[in-house]
């Protein structure tokens, strides 16, 4: 299934609309007390949730400045690569999710890896076990943000590369995962420091 059919098939399930400028409008909240003073809510249009910023001449996620159920952060982020991958078809789209512990990073992650066909790469498996001291995997000092970098720059040269695998359960490493560059020129990031300066 396509971008364009797996955005309009979770367009149909949030009841909004997909056309290409169009400003999506959510018919329904999504815990589907129709009816409510909340019922009907305007989410942000294509122009104001991809911009390019003036410095690097890249596409950029705009901020959304309200909470949004995970569904409609769903769409947006689902949209968002899709305007991006429209606007820059040349290039490897990196979509950054973070979070602090039990936040849903990986539920996201996961949605949006089904959606867009993309791998995952889980920066949790980036850690330097055997620099971890009282079990603080999330000492940022213990993050290999190098090898993150590597993967990363092998698959947008379109190598492939092993990405590391970490065993929680034994504080062990685990034999490392062989990875082809990604068909839909999508990579999710996930992770505690996943948006952390690289």
């Not at 968002?80 to 849903?104: F, H, M, N, R, W």
Request: proline share 6%; charged share 25%; hydrophobic share 40%.
């Amino acid at each position: 299934m396509d971008v364009q059919r797996r955005i309009s098939v979770l367009c149909r399930h949030l009841g909004v609309s997909a056309a290409a400028g169009a400003e999506p409008v959510c018919l329904e909240d999504c815990s589907g007390s129709a009816g409510s003073a909340d019922a009907v809510d305007t989410l942000p249009t294509d122009a104001d949730l991809v911009k390019i910023n003036k410095e690097t001449n890249e596409y950029e996620v705009q901020p959304v400045n309200r909470e949004l159920t995970f569904d409609q952060g769903l769409f947006l982020a689902t949209r968002a690569v899709e305007l991006i991958s429209e606007a820059s078809p040349d290039k490897i789209i990196l979509v950054g999710i973070a979070g602090p512990t039990g936040s849903g990073k990986t539920a996201l992650a996961t949605r949006l890896s089904a959606i867009l066909n993309a791998p995952v790469i889980d920066m949790a498996n980036f850690v330097k076990i055997e620099q971890v001291i009282d079990q603080n995997y999330e000492d940022p000092t213990v993050m290999d943000f190098d090898a993150v970098v590597a993967v990363l720059q092998a698959w947008k040269n379109k190598k492939q590369d092993t990405v590391p695998q970490i065993n929680f359960e034994k504080k062990s490493r685990s034999d490392p995962v062989v990875m082809d560059p990604p068909e839909s020129r999508v990579v999710i990031v996930e992770g505690l420091y996943a948006l952390n300066e690289l």
